[in-house]
Nanobody, 119 residues
Framework: VQLQAFGGGLVQAGGSLRLSCAAS????????MGWYRQAPGQARELVAT???????NYAASAKGRFTISRDGAWSTLALQMNSLKPEDTAVYYC??????????????WGLGTKVTVSS
């Protein structure tokens, strides 16, 4: 599975952006996907995840403002971000939790897309 994130850019505080992550076709099973972000000088942190069953999980900072979604075939993962704040400025990465079929899972990461929120 290969992932490609896009949709980042510059937006004013209070604005919205929609990030997308395109996943290449694979015979492997995707257990779940999600978004992380990394601000300059800070550790990478969880933003949101979604499981194969559709269950979602959000960081406290994202709840009520961000919505994660996917299509049924796992070909596209999206993150709708509303009411953006300057502290949301970061590089956003999508990832996939892949079932190897050999009794273990592993993560695949896409290249990030940069989001800059101006005050």
């Amino acid at each position: 599975v290969q992932l490609q994130a896009f949709g980042g850019g510059l937006v004013q505080a209070g604005g919205s952006l929609r990030l997308s992550c395109a996943a290449s076709r694979s015979t492997l099973t995707i257990n779940g996907m999600g978004w992380y972000r990394q601000a300059p000088g800070q550790a990478r942190e969880l933003v949101a995840t979604i499981t194969s069953g559709g269950s979602t999980n959000y960081a406290a900072s994202a709840k009520g403002r961000f919505t994660i979604s996917r299509d049924g075939a796992w070909s596209t993962l999206a993150l709708q971000m509303n009411s953006l704040k300057p502290e949301d400025t970061a590089v956003y990465y999508c990832y996939a939790d892949i079932n190897s079929g050999l009794g273990y899972s592993f993560d695949v990461w896409g290249l990030g897309t940069k989001v800059t929120v101006s005050s």
